[in-house]
């Protein structure tokens, strides 16, 4: 069983930065990643690392957002810089896998965390 609980999300102004963090507890061996959901919209995969760490970004934030792990201390954090108001929505922690280069949700949610981008 895995438990993941998120911080750091608020509000900032366009390009402002924010870092999120991801706590989890449970098993340490799951590659992790970030969606988000904006309203009317559906979830997406905004960053995702594996247990390697190698990292895998959403076209749209490519040089913009960095997800990191600490195995160690078994949390991922989501750095994002130069945020855009189209980057507003809620962001969720996930415990996953990877298959075939392609990253797979385990059925591990947060309980998400808030980002509001002002322009």
């Known amino acids: 069983q895995v438990q993941l609980v998120e911080s750091g999300g608020g509000l900032v102004q366009a390009g402002g930065s924010l870092r999120l963090s991801c706590a989890a507890s449970?098993?340490?061996?799951?590659?992790m990643g970030w969606y988000r959901q904006a309203p009317g919209k559906q979830r997406e995969l905004v960053a995702a690392i594996s247990t390697g760490g190698s990292t895998d970004y959403k076209d749209s934030v490519k040089g913009r957002f960095t997800i990191s792990r600490d195995n160690a201390k078994n949390t991922v954090d989501l750095l994002m810089n130069s945020l855009k108001p189209e980057d507003t929505a809620v962001y969720y922690c996930?415990?996953?896998?990877?298959?075939?280069?392609?990253?797979?949700?385990?059925?591990?949610w947060g309980q998400g965390t808030q980002v509001t981008v002002s322009s």
């Open positions: 996930n415990a996953g896998r990877y298959v075939s280069d392609s990253y797979y949700p385990y059925g591990y």
């Open positions: 449970g098993s340490p061996f799951n590659a």
